[in-house]
């Protein structure tokens, strides 16, 4: 064969990177059947593993059959973070494996079709995944984790329950002059039996205030009804006499704190969305130092693992299915599930480290994320 040729054929071997909406359309319906069916798979084991470790408390209570359906299907959003990203890997094996199979990744790449050109469509899959399981931590996970926490405990408490963490709620504010205390704290805006303390700069006492109410109007501030405040003399800390009021307005710059900020602040870290930690830390100049340092790992955390491990898995995926003609389908999956499972353990584990401070924030929340995804990046680079 002359140079010509040689040349002519080394030309039509190249790689190519360019538009083709039929093989695009092939891989994605490849790809999305066996997706849809594992995702649907692991709902179930999960939602039997839900079964078996909470039906007897229902059981042994008093409840309807609504009411017991009600709780296991909150139950199943929670499961969907750890469901999609190992989805993603497992259907895009098979599929990647199944087209090794019938030799149509070799066609691929006779007729000059990269190995990362291939996955575009299970990547661009895989972006979606990621997008809708963020959407599903931060604002519909929250939600159906605490009304499941309600329910379920609203059936196995004896007697009317509420929720113990409105009942005698505490809030320092973030700059320590202020203490408050709600008898029980409602939702509205609208609080009855509020006990208010504020503090000098040095912590000394200044004043404290009882009110059988106390109303919250965005751009007024609080309004405390009929209640009675008293002074305390800065030296020796001793009361003056109790003056009494009908009303009593608290302006803004005084007391910035609104009742969504109290409760935000009382929440369970997983309660919050990602917009609501970045809310309270960008109010909390004076928050202390260990509890700055969980909100933040928290936030990176979330801004990296959620939107990225189904990315991740696909990108380490698809290159180690192409390898199961030479190492075996069940090898290359073997050792898919190990660097997701390290990569799941290894994120938990740094995200306690930044939590107790024994790494930066930004480290302990987004580094195991960085360095999966230039290995998953490099792994599909180099498949080729």
């Known amino acids: 064969m002359s140079d010509d040729g040689n040349n002519k054929e080394r030309h039509s071997a190249a790689r190519v990177f360019i538009w083709m909406p039929t093989l695009d359309r092939y891989v994605f319906r490849e790809f999305a059947f066996p997706l849809v069916v594992l995702i649907l798979g692991f709902t179930i084991l999960f939602l039997v593993g839900d079964l078996f470790n909470d039906l007897g408390d229902f059981l042994e209570h008093p409840c309807t059959v609504t009411q017991t359906i009600t709780y296991f299907l909150l139950k199943i959003p929670g499961n969907v973070r750890f469901i999609l990203p190992i989805s993603v890997l497992l259907a895009c094996m098979y599929t990647m494996a199944n087209f090794g199979k019938n030799m149509e990744v070799t066609a691929m790449r006779a007729s000059g079709v990269s190995l990362m050109r291939c996955g575009v469509p299970i990547y661009m899959a895989a972006v979606c995944v990621g997008a809708v399981n963020c959407w599903f931590n931060e604002t519909f996970i929250p939600y159906t984790e605490r009304e499941s926490y309600l329910l379920r405990k609203s059936i196995t408490t004896e007697g009317a329950y509420k929720d113990s963490r409105r009942t005698n709620l505490s809030y320092r504010s973030p700059d320590g002059r202020r203490t408050w205390l709600f008898n029980y704290f409602d939702t509205s805006e609208t609080q009855k039996e509020v006990y208010l303390k504020h503090f000098h700069e040095d912590g000394s006492l200044d004043w404290d205030l009882k009110a059988e109410m106390a109303k919250y109007v965005s ?144 480290i302990a929340g987004a580094g195991p994320t960085v360095a999966f995804m230039l290995y998953a990046w490099w792994n599909v680079a180099h498949s080729d």
């Open 219 to 362: 751009g007024k501030g609080w309004v405390f009804e009929h209640g009675e405040l008293t002074r305390f003399d800065k030296e020796n800390q001793l009361p003056g006499a109790p003056r009494k009021f009908d009303v009593m307005v608290g302006k803004p710059k005084d007391f910035p704190e609104s009742p969504r900020d109290i409760l935000n602040a009382v929440k369970h870290i997983e309660d919050l969305s990602s917009f609501e930690i970045y809310d309270i830390l960008s109010k909390a100049e004076k928050m202390p130092e260990m509890r700055k340092d969980i909100y933040w790992t928290t936030l990176f955390y979330r801004m990296s693992f959620y939107p990225w491990a189904a990315i991740i898995a696909a990108f380490i995926g698809v290159p180690l299915s192409t390898k199961s003609a030479r190492n075996g389908v069940f090898i290359s999956i073997v050792v898919a599930i190990i660097v997701i499972i390290s990569y799941v353990v290894l994120s938990e584990v740094f995200r306690v480290l930044g939590n107790r401070g024994d790494l930066p924030p930004l």
